[in-house]
C-alpha cells in the first residue's frame, strides 16, 4: 500500500470566493462579493441596520441563511437537533457552549458565504470537523454561529492516486477504508472517530484516548529532548502530586510520553520546510501530555492549579538541565498556552506574514474567538503555566 499526501479541500472554501482574485483587494467590498456568488443582502435580514451590530447581527445572519437555504441548514436553540449536536462533543466543557445556530452546509461556496455574512454583521463564527478538542470555544462558539462540517465528506484521489482530496466533515477510520480500495493510503489520525479537521491543521501526530465522551475535560503539553533523567523526574513527580487531586468525583489524570524521532523532524523539513519550529538538530524529542477527565465544573480550578504545578516543576527542572524545548504541540495544548510563540520568532513572523496576505481584516483572528491565535493563547492573564 502507497502513503500519499492529503488536501483538505473545504477549508480552502472558507477563505476563497468564487471571484477570480484569489486573495482580497485593499479595496475588498463584502456586500459585492455576496453579489458575485449571487447573493443580494438587499433582500435578506443582514441588509438592516441592526443587523450591523455584534448583539444582533447572529440572529439576522442565522435567518438569513435560512432563507438561502433552506431551514434543514439551521438548527436553532429551540430544536431536538440542536440539542443533539452540542452533545455530540467528546468534551462536557464544549457541550456547555450554546451558540446561537448551528449551520450545515453542503457545499464548500455555502462556508464562503456564511464567513462573508458574518463579517458584514460581526457575528462570531467557528467550525467544527470532529468535534474533539478538550476546551469550551475550541470548535463552539458562545452566542455565535457553528459551522457543522457533518455534510462535507467527500474523499477522491488524483488521477495519478497522487493526491487525496478530503472533505472536514470525515473522520479518519473511513477515510482509510475508503483509500484502501485503491491501495494507497495517507498520513492521519491513529484512532478511527478523530475527525480529519482539526488534527490535520493542530498538527497531525494526535493519539487520543478510548475513554468514552461526555466527561470534562484538559489537555496541557511541554517538549523537552530526549533525556532519561527528566524523563523519570517528570514520571515520579506526577504520581507523587496525583492523591492531591483522588477526592476529585470521577478524576481520571494521564500522563502520556510519546517521542519525535529525529528522522521524523527531518521528513517535517520537506515541502516548505516546518512551521512549528522543529529542527533535526535538537532532536530527538518527547512531548509530555497531561490529560485529565473529571465530572464536575466546580472541580476546574483544581484541576487546572495541578496540572500547572506539574507543569511548572518539570518545566523548571528541564531548564537546569538544558534539556528544554520550546514547541507545544497544539493538539495537545490547553486554553492557557500560546501555542504559536512556541514555534519560535521566524516561525510567527512568517506564518504572520502569510496570514496578512490571505486575512488582511483579521476575519479569522477576530470573528472566530475560540481557538488559538498568531498573538495570544484562547485564555489570557489566567495564572495557569502558560509556556
Same mark, same amino acid.
Given at each position: 500500500?502507497?502513503c ?10 472558507? #477563505? &476563497?470566493? $468564487? ?28 441588509? =438592516? ?13 442565522? *435567518? ?11 438548527? &436553532? ?34 462556508? =464562503? ?5 458574518a ?14 478538542? $478538550?476546551?469550551?470555544?475550541?470548535s ?9 462540517? $457533518?455534510n ?5 484521489l ?5 493526491? *487525496?482530496s ?15 480500495k ?9 484512532l478511527?472517530?478523530i475527525?480529519?479537521?482539526?488534527l ?5 501526530i ?15 503539553v511541554?517538549?523537552?529532548?530526549v ?7 517528570a ?6 502530586? #496525583?492523591?492531591?487531586?483522588?477526592g ?5 489524570? #494521564? ?7 529525529t ?13 512549528m ?14 490529560? $485529565? ?8 480550578e ?10 511548572? &516543576?518539570?518545566?523548571?527542572? *528541564? ?10 504541540y497544539?493538539?495537545?495544548? =490547553?486554553q ?12 510567527k *513572523? ?24 498568531l498573538?495570544r493563547a ?10
Amino acid at each position: 500500500m502507497k502513503c500519499y499526501s492529503l488536501l483538505i479541500p473545504a477549508f480552502l472554501g472558507v #477563505v &476563497t470566493s $468564487a471571484s477570480e482574485s484569489r486573495f482580497e483587494p485593499s479595496n475588498f467590498n463584502i456586500t459585492q462579493a455576496l453579489l458575485d456568488q449571487g447573493v443580494d443582502v438587499s433582500e435578506l435580514p443582514v441588509s =438592516s441596520v441592526d443587523a450591523k451590530r455584534s448583539d444582533t447581527g447572529c440572529a439576522a445572519t442565522c *435567518a438569513s441563511l435560512k432563507i438561502l437555504y433552506g431551514d434543514a441548514a439551521i438548527e &436553532t436553540r429551540k430544536e431536538k437537533a440542536f440539542d443533539e449536536f452540542t452533545s455530540s462533543y467528546w468534551s462536557s466543557n464544549q457541550a456547555e457552549v450554546n451558540p446561537y445556530c448551528i449551520f450545515e452546509p453542503h457545499r464548500p461556496s455555502q462556508i =464562503s458565504i456564511l464567513v462573508l455574512l458574518a463579517r458584514l454583521t460581526k457575528c462570531s463564527f467557528t467550525a467544527k470537523s470532529g468535534g474533539h478538542a $478538550a476546551f469550551a470555544g475550541a470548535s463552539s462558539v458562545e452566542g455565535g454561529i457553528t459551522i457543522s462540517f $457533518a455534510n462535507l465528506k467527500e474523499v477522491s484521489l488524483s488521477r495519478d492516486k497522487k493526491i *487525496a482530496s478530503i472533505e472536514p466533515g470525515n473522520i479518519w477510520g473511513p477515510v482509510y477504508e475508503k483509500l484502501a480500495k485503491s491501495d494507497v493510503t495517507v498520513v492521519g489520525g491513529r484512532l478511527y472517530n478523530i475527525g480529519v479537521g482539526g488534527l490535520t491543521t493542530g498538527g497531525g501526530i494526535s493519539f487520543f484516548s478510548n475513554i468514552p465522551p461526555g466527561l470534562r475535560e484538559i489537555y496541557y503539553v511541554i517538549t523537552t529532548k530526549v533525556n532519561h533523567d527528566i524523563l523519570v523526574f517528570a514520571r515520579d513527580y506526577f504520581y507523587t502530586t #496525583v492523591p492531591t487531586v483522588a477526592g476529585i468525583p470521577g478524576i481520571i489524570p #494521564v500522563f502520556v510520553v510519546q517521542g519525535i524521532t529525529t528522522p521524523q523532524i527531518k521528513q517535517m523539513q520537506k515541502n516548505g520546510g516546518n512551521a512549528m519550529g522543529m529542527s533535526p538538530d535538537n532532536g530527538p524529542l518527547l512531548i509530555f501530555q497531561l490529560c $485529565a477527565m473529571w465530572d464536575n465544573k466546580s472541580d476546574d480550578e483544581a484541576v487546572y492549579r495541578w496540572m500547572s504545578d506539574i507543569l511548572e &516543576t518539570v518545566t523548571k527542572e *528541564a531548564k537546569a538541565r538544558a534539556v528544554k524545548n520550546n514547541y507545544v504541540y497544539m493538539n495537545y495544548a =490547553s486554553q492557557f498556552q500560546d501555542v504559536i510563540a512556541s514555534y519560535g520568532s521566524s516561525n510567527k *513572523a512568517k506564518l504572520k506574514s502569510i496570514a496578512k496576505k490571505h486575512d488582511p481584516q483579521q476575519v479569522f483572528q477576530k470573528l472566530q474567538p475560540g481557538y488559538f491565535k498568531l498573538d495570544r493563547a484562547p485564555i489570557l492573564n489566567s495564572g495557569y503555566f502558560s509556556h
